[in-house]
């Protein structure tokens, strides 16, 4: 090859490296999907400030011969491009081949490889290849990548901080360790490390080195399948949620993708089991004809649409309905565990208890967990309720607290109960049902109420108003920008009734545009709320032991419709070991 030639392609490759290094993750990214296309079964991603510095790869897989290390990093090394209707099966990861060349291009590059007894060393710098020899025999590739953009400093100057770079990176292993429970993975940055999974081919212990023990506990396991889809996975209770989306994994043939229809869906699932800022944990492994994928989409964007789309939702959506809707999901309150249980302590040093109550608010970026035990216990949590209609134990009142907190008792521990929250979820379960009937009752007003309006709002309000003769309320217009409401429905309580009005009013002036479901779901939630705030009344024992019958016989005890539980579980084992009656001698 002539200089020229050479200069050329170093050009070339610095420019594509533009394109495809934009960030560590996506070195890394590059590297790891070799060692995967190499066969590994074990990948070590080692990482010095957060691979600003440095990052190694070291795999087990077949390793490369000198001339193939050396074509490795040419820019035409074709050998990995393949046909588009391999791109979602098993064994390949996208195309890419050139992406070896464009990162050799802005940066020093180590490569030591054997395939068949033979090592081969290379040495790259800046793209110009400085070192070609004999290498030492052992199985697999080793590849530094070090001072990435150490000659295109402008990129440099664009690389984000440390912290979001290990995240990114991070957040891409995790993801090929759950598409690969079978390979061992560890990530470590300088010291730590970040993630370490044991390559059984066990999903649920690959989610527990990620996610810790508390939330692979509470973790269920779904199955089911279609005339085209099968699906296995996992998904967490609905008191398990996160603030970022990006822990709803799906996982097609392999691959991890983004599908933004099939995260609307888990998400709606949930509806009404928790908040809807707030979203699961899921991990969703899709077998599809690879023919149903359209294939159209570019695969480095992890985008990917379905032929037969709607049937998948509907398989996505009964899976997890069908999971969480037969459950007892009252949170139990966490005891921290005691380690030993008959160490003996010092006697007067203050012992805080600590409830982790906040679940919540735990880290989205997973923290470094360094001894990985997998309890028998969590792996196989299958029992089905056998739902008898209710799904919630009997439970007796005790008290209330505040006026706030309902206080219960059974055979197996204490409740606290929200007021607010139970009352909500009962009004709610009433109202849909209620505005779901084909003939809705309406009850005529003795006394019309008129509601005036600000004359922008009136006009929104004009065009709605049939949504108000959905609802069953005989509405007319009445004098400048007013209305008279004549009938109003059965189900929605007479007090507060111009208070009740005004907000279907908002929620119709606010929304604008949207679907006759959702504006209903919206209106039983409102007014859910609104009738479930208390009145100045003295609640009595009986008042209290009814509303908490009417919220077992609710198809959804647990959560508020926006939500939030209604109930916490105190087992007594829990409140044992809170007292510090169990697990040591106590007997004075
Ligand atoms: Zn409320
Ligand atoms: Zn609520």
Redesign the pocket.
Known sequence: MSVIKVMDEILANKIAAGEVVEKCASVVKELVENSIDAGASEIKVLLIDSGTREIKVVDNGKGMDEADAVLSFSRHATSKIISEDDLYNLNTLGFRGEALASIAAVSRVDLKTCAKDVGTHVVIDGGKILEVSKGDARVGTIITVSELFYNTPARLKHMKSLYTELANITDYMNKLALSHPDIRFILQNNDNIILRTDGSGNLLKVIQSIYGNSVTRKMVPVKGENADYEISGYISLPEVHRSSRNNMITIVNGRVVRNSDINRTINEAYHSYKPDNRYPITVLNITVDPSVIDVNIHPTKMDIKFSKMDTLLELVSSLIINKISNRNLIPEVEVKKETQKTVERPKYIEQVIKLDLNESVIEDVPLPEEEVIVNDDIISDDEEYNSSTELMHEMYPVGLVHGTYIVLENENGMYLMDL??AK?RCNYERFKEAMGKPNIASTALLFPVTIELSSDDYIILKEHLNLFTDLKFKVEEFGINSIIVKEHPTWLPTNNLEDSIRTIIDVIIKEKEFSIEKFNEKVAMMM???H??RANTHLTIEDIRDLVEDLRKCKNPFN?P?GRPTTIFYSNYDLEKLFKRSGFDMKK
């Open positions: 607010h929250a909500e859910s709320c609104k479930a705030v508020c926006h």
